[in-house]
């Protein structure tokens, strides 16, 4: 670890709950060096302890949480970490990114990573106070709400600027949607919450009293300045609108989910786009740690059946609940997600079951007796709120969804025309009939249909001027590039918001790693993207996954898009596979999606993994 | 002959035209420069911004082979919007 002057702590703790013991681990700077920290370090520990036998809710199943060398450091947006564990929603690897204040905490308390293990008999939380990890009773907060236990956490380590993390009751249920909340920030997708649940882990508080060590603080007070004043002007939207700035132009552009993905156009867009939003909903901006731009929108409704509804809304969340479900009321989005954020289910897989449960009910596919009286058509959003909680609750035919689309696509294999999901993980929200690097996104992605590890394409196939949106040509390359840039970016411990304000992107300069860690790690990053992603398909493959998991639900690819700006798209599965071989060619994979013997020599992974 | 083409301006754009969308109705002949002449004459945003993105039918300026050279129809759509950079 001598290379480095900063930026990391040097240590792992790691939490056995089936002991209740803990102890510390050596970071090796060798894996530093390939991987950088947060998603790379996250994978190979997985790799290294998660085999493919075991289960989600196995007690061999762990969840590692890692910090990014820039985790904590004195720069904007530094709140970031990652997870890696078996997602109980696709039975695969999983790897998640969060915010909040937890990950700067963990490493104020001298760590770079928490390995959580084991599994406990009672339901416990931890408490780490810098090198002190103790353990308390739990079982009074069981069916508490993730928000109320992260109160819990706050009041039982005595301190209000600790980070915490919990999970609330669909967690407890083991419903595989569920989220972890982190200090009001969520390791969203997967179903990491489930993890906890079946550890009978309530939550973790953690407070340091360190500091994250740099190694030219002069500099990085540069650019720390220099940042800041950079985003006040290029992300002065974020701050105004927060992401859901982007629900017109999605719609606009002919991409946005609406009624289970039947088309790609909202009609009523005007009920839930971010002027209505900020006019008759926003209170307050929410601000990550050390963040300038504060994106988060604090929204409360004021009037009509959902009044004193309060939540955080974010675009992915309003167009999964809004327009999938055909909803146009925002309150009733508001609604949905503060009820998704308490009882701790992921909004994003949540909207898509619901849009799946109103479709199947319309084609009398399912009737009120599955629904527990719900009328569940498109459009109302009373209904939207009400199938939420019977997922969360597990009432009625919430028991099944709560098993997620892959439990979903199992017992009722002839709903899959319906079922929008890639490897058991249901699709963010953008339809790739609007644009086709997007379909590759999703079926590339190692965790599912996201756009984030899968690599959002849109920005370029609109403003690059180098692709056409509904040409095949090229988008192997444009995805490749996008996800190894996520990938460094994940294991950084920054927002991906604010990366450009300290020129992170696909040829980094090299200032701030050099100003943080005093290490040249630069120009090497995209590199180590590239090492990071086939590490994550190393360990797909070995979970079984091949080219017939990369490939995209029949809607996707037998409909033409009926409505709005993308009238007449269409995919075909020939033409989506044109575009899979580019991708496995730019990528050194075989024809089934392995990474070749080359490839992995080429990447230094067999030395990494050996 | 006129062509009439719809402009639209998104998410913040909208604050700064004061309008969510309009009709301009332009001359036969006129290209997409004539009209980001009207929109900064009649809104005040001059074209091109590197903080305005600008879509024409659904494609990226970029796009476009002759950029601002472009022809305009009877029948275009303008998106004026913030560059998108992910949800
Ligand atoms: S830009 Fe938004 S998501 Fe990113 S750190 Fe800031 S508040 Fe959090």
New interface residues.
Partial sequence: MKEFKGAYMGKILRVDLTKKASRTEDLKGEDLKLLLGGRGLGAKIYYDEIGPDVDPFDERNKVIFMTGPLTGVRLPSTTKFQLATKSPETGRYLCSNCGGDFGPQLKRAGYDGLIVEGSSDDWTSIIIKDGDVSFIDASSWKGFNSDITLQRLKDSIGDARAGCMSIGPAAERLVRISFINVDNRAFGRGGAGGVLGAKRLKGIAVKGSGRVPVADPERVNQIWKEAVKDLR??R??HT??G?P??I??IN???CMPTRNFQTTFFERIEGVD??TMKKRYYVKNFHCFNCPVGCGMVCEVKEGPFAGARART???TV?LLGPNCGVDDFGAIVAGNQLCDEMGIDTMSGGNLVGLTMELFERGLITKEHTDGIEAKFGSGEAMVGLLRLIAERRGIGDLLAEGARGVMKKHPEWAPYIMAVKGLPY???DPRGFYGNALTYGTSSRGAC??VGG?T??AE????D???WALEGKGKLVKQIQDNRAYVDSLGIC??VRGSMDFRDHPASDVMEAVTGYGFTPDLMNIGTRIYNLERLILSREGVKRKDDQLPPRTVNEKVPSG??KGKFLTREMYNLMLDEYYEERGWDSDGVPKEETVKRLKLHTLLS | MKVRVTV?Y???L?DRAGTANEVFVMPAGSVLRDLTARIEKERGISLPDP?V?I?LN???I??HSRRLDTGLSDGD?L?L???????
């Fill in positions: 002007t290029s002065a939207n105004k609108y992401t700035q982007y017109e132009a606009e552009f002919g971010a002027h974010e675009y992915e167009a963010a929200a953008y756009h984030n959002w849109i920005r609109l403003q690059s001027g692709y056409d949106r991906t918001v700006p993308s | 639209k998104l998410s913040a909208r903080y993105m879509v659904g494609k990226g970029r796009q759509t998106l919007l913030p560059p998108v950079s992910g949800g």
